[in-house]
């Protein structure tokens, strides 16, 4: 275990309160996993043993995170977390916003249930631990906040400290790294290559998605001869050899991937879903030993790249200096944010 992770381990240990985070309910892997660091941050900010529940992981097929990544804290397998150990939620004047701009009220209903199983989960965890224990709901992280942690090396704003604790988190276990190796080694990269994601499937319901063309003259900008794309649809990917022919094009992507649907992938098989996780993971680390990454604001995966990087990545659809404070807003922020950036941009060269 490296010494970050040991200092971690030791400083988690040391709190006699806890909080049992659910990761893997019903997001994207990075959706997830953020919001599983955000826990972990909350916990080391007001004294909390950070645990966690993974069993039923959507990205996971038998043993939730250890499937791909080396333990980092104590994990519990209570089969109440299943259903009652769930997101936080917005406040009720939120919730009203809501409601009347969706001229529905079925946004308070759901308010209202959700509340209940909250409720449910704080009694059945003091049944369970004989203490209170906190729950995925409790965690009310302020991104805006300076994070002070000695231990970890941390003291400074959101990135420094999201960094610090994805480093914790992110270790693949010895069987999916030598996978990933092994993917990796069969494209040939050279030392140096630009790296980008291209997104389509689901992703297109959340957001405006940024065209193959958009990334090829950011590559073209800044010289790249080679590329790795992180892609979900194939058909991107052959945009993008049909739009620059001279550039070399490299993808874990297969022929037959044509856009990525969450709710799909996770009543896959657990064949299906160990190897797609596994060439997804594969292609993060290839990302993320790129000499440049460009991505998109609005995407998981490229915000995750972006936020280890930053400063030395591209954001592809917003300016450098406003990444700090973009990064730290909800998917529609960060929408809205490119999409005023772009039409700020548009018809320059």
Known sequence: MCQLNESYSRLNGSFRRRLVYHVGVDAGFFAEYTHMLHGMLYCLQHGLRFELYSDDANFGFSRGWQDYFKP??????????????????????????????????RLPEWKLKASWLHAMGRALSRMAYGERVLLSHDVRLDLDSRFHIPALGVDGG????????SAVAW??????????????????????????????????TETSLLPPAHYVRMIRRCGGQDVFVLTDDYRLFEQLEQEAPDIRWHTLCSPQEQGYVNSSFSRSGALHKRERMIRFLASMEILMRS???????????SLFLLKLGYPSVLPADCRPEDF??????????RSRAAAEYLASEAGKP
Request: glycine share 8%; net charge positive.
């Open 324 to 333: 700090p404070a973009i990064c730290r807003m909800p998917v529609g922020g």
């Open 72 to 105: 980092f804290c104590t994990e519990v397998h209570e089969p109440f977390h299943h259903k009652y150990n769930v997101y936080a939620l917005p406040s009720w004047p939120e919730i009203a916003r809501r409601a009347w701009s969706a001229k529905s009220l």
């Open 158 to 165: 959101y990135l420094e400290a999201f960094r610090a604790v």
């Open 171 to 204: 270790r693949l276990n010895g069987e999916v790294e030598a996978k990933c190796r092994s993917l990796a080694a069969s494209l040939h990269l050279p030392e140096r290559y630009v790296g980008c994601q291209v997104r389509g499937g689901d992703k297109v």
């Open 291 to 301: 000499s440049l990454f460009i991505g998109s604001v609005t995407t998981g995966p």
